[in-house]
């Protein structure tokens, strides 16, 4: 017997950077992220205890940034539009911090047909994660 439940949670932050190669290229003034994960409940006919197997994370989110203004930011978009970028999220009031990696879906070439020419210098822009979002998964809650 095997049956599939999907759970998940929201978390949220006021602070972090945006860091590409090394470089920090924005400021994360706030952020919000949907995080979830699938179960597996693995047994026999009948079993009333299954076993019960954690598969793929995943997770996305939004950001609100202000970026560096002492890079050249149209080289950099231009790059991160096909790369991975490493954020540091924080909650204050929570003293709890991330690192995660994630793709920015906003500044990718092809859904925007180029960069262009002049960027606010703050804006939301959506995050989706790459990997595993480094959470208590005693969080994690059915759907």
């Known amino acids: 017997m095997r049956r599939y439940r999907k759970e998940g949670f929201c978390i949220f932050g006021d602070g ?5 190669k090394g470089q920090t290229i924005a400021e994360i003034k706030e952020w919000n992220a949907s995080i979830y994960r699938d179960f ?10 299954p076993t019960v197997v954690p ?4 997770w996305e989110g939004s950001a609100y940034i202000k970026w ?6 149209h080289e950099v978009l231009l790059e991160i539009s096909v790369s991975i970028v490493q954020l540091k999220l924080s909650n204050s009031k929570r003293n ?31 995050i989706k994660g790459t990997g595993e979002f480094p959470v208590d998964p005693s969080l994690f809650k059915p759907l």
């Open 16 to 20: 972090g950077e945006v860091k590409f």
């Open 55 to 58: 598969g793929q994370q995943t």
């Open 40 to 49: 597996i409940e693995v047994g026999t006919f009948g079993d009333e205890y």
């Open 96 to 126: 709890v911090y991330y690192e995660v990696d994630a793709e920015l879906p906003d500044f990718r070439v092809d859904s925007i047909g180029g960069i262009p020419d002049e960027l606010n210098d703050e804006l939301n822009v959506k």
């Open 68 to 73: 560096n203004k002492s890079i050249e930011l």
